[in-house]
């Protein structure tokens, strides 16, 4: 049994219940993240859902969605919305939501240690569906931020502290930097008030404080400087400065208040 489908298909039920009663025009308000509107977050998450599915479902499919998209210059909008018939609003949510709750029960029994194809390199069904999680998370995030409503994480997020602790090497990697020498210790409090650590314990290389900022950071959903994380030495600092979890080229965090919850 993948857990980790379940804490997917609980992310997406909080995405949903935010936008389930909104108007067809709140969807068009532009995000803090690159005027995004919400339609386009939906559509965004709606698309790479389905390309997800194809990576268990169907390998030829998934190869020929790749090729297209490549084809198409990489150009994530206008074709995002073309691949999705043009949806919008209400319309849009119901597709994005149907396909998660499709997702949820395929797969929750399938090996976890399977490994299938992505955009980049082949990852496993556990962390291929911890990164949908945290993709839903953090795209949820501008999502949140627009109306203005505090979201209320639980210790699902776990999933995404996990994933943000296991991508510091890739970090330096992915921007041709040399790896600090010493992984810091990273030591933060679930929601619930659980305290999670990883790494050997330091109290001169650490991070710490609330799993929320810290999910936050390595998201590039907030800078550093706007949560409550405790930073302690050199490769702690390097880290926060610059962590990315997600995959792709190097991309630099938001400058320090640039996102926030609207007022």
């Not at 997702?103 to 029994?109: A, K």
């Not at 290389?205 to 950071?217: L, N």
Request: proline share 5%; net charge negative.
């Amino acid at each position: 049994m993948l857990s980790e489908a379940a804490d997917f298909r609980a992310e997406c039920d909080a995405l949903y219940a935010l936008l389930q009663d909104r108007d067809d025009a709140d969807f068009e308000r532009a995000t803090q993240f690159k005027d995004w509107t919400v339609n386009d977050v939906i559509a965004h998450l709606h698309m790479w859902n389905h390309a997800v599915n194809l990576s268990v479902t169907d390998e030829a499919a998934f190869d020929a969605f790749v090729q297209a998209f490549q084809d198409a210059g990489r150009q994530h909008f206008p074709y995002t919305h073309e691949w999705s018939g043009g949806l919008k609003g209400q319309a849009l949510l119901a597709a994005w939501y149907g396909l998660c709750s499709d997702m949820e029960p395929l797969w929750r029994d399938l090996d976890p240690e399977r490994r299938v194809k992505w955009v980049g390199p082949p990852m496993t069904v556990r962390m291929s569906m911890i990164a949908r999680q945290m993709e839903t998370w953090s795209h949820g995030q501008e999502v949140f931020d627009v109306f203005g409503v505090a979201r209320q994480d639980d210790d699902r997020i776990r999933n995404i502290a996990e994933l943000g602790v296991r991508t510091f090497g890739y970090t330096f990697a992915n921007r041709g930097i040399e790896r600090p020498a010493v992984k810091p210790f990273v030591r933060l409090t679930a929601p619930s008030g659980a305290v999670w650590a990883w790494n050997e314990a330091s109290d001169t290389d650490c991070v710490a404080g609330p799993a929320t900022d810290f999910c936050q950071v390595v998201t590039q959903t907030r800078n550093v400087a706007d949560v409550g994380l405790e930073v302690r030495g050199d490769a702690a600092a390097r880290w926060m400065a610059i962590a990315q979890c997600f995959a792709g080229g190097p991309n630099d965090p938001p400058p320090p208040g640039a996102r926030h919850a609207a007022s």
